[in-house]
């Protein structure tokens, strides 16, 4: 069955980094572009990363430019997101998300894949 797998996440304090790890299994990876969203307490999904299925196509919210980053390994179906520099606003459930297609960079369209989602907590 396909699925998204994903780990890491918890807690850190405010300056602090964490990686998320997320694994795709039932279907390969290298077609699909590759997505992290988050969702705060009360507010609405939103995406944060995004890299295109060749990993030539990166993008990423204002919000966590520069101290986010993306990457994948597509002979591992994996993707990971390393998160430094935290602060307390960057406190979610955080989602990988898998959208079909060489020419998709964020999806416009839900994604055919999403990961369990993980928790990050930052205390100040």
């Known amino acids: 069955q396909p699925q998204l797998a994903e780990s890491g996440g918890g807690s850190a304090q405010t300056g602090g980094s964490l990686r998320l790890t997320c694994e795709a299994s039932?279907?390969?990876?290298?077609?699909?572009?590759a997505s992290w969203f988050r969702q705060a307490p009360g507010k609405e999904r939103e995406v944060i990363a995004c890299?295109?299925?060749?990993?030539?196509?990166?993008h990423y919210v204002d919000s966590v430019k520069d101290r986010f980053t993306i990457s994948r390994d597509n002979a591992k179906n994996t993707v990971w997101l390393h998160m430094q520099d935290l602060r307390p606003e960057d406190t979610a459930v955080y989602y990988c998300?898998?959208?079909?297609?060489?020419?998709?960079?964020?999806?416009?369209?839900?994604?055919?894949?999403w990961g369990q989602g993980a928790q990050v907590t930052v205390s100040s």
């Open positions: 998300a898998a959208a079909f297609g060489p020419h998709i960079l964020c999806p416009t369209t839900p994604p055919e894949y």
């Open positions: 039932g279907f390969t990876l290298k077609f699909y572009s």
């Open positions: 890299m295109s299925s060749d990993s030539l196509g990166l």
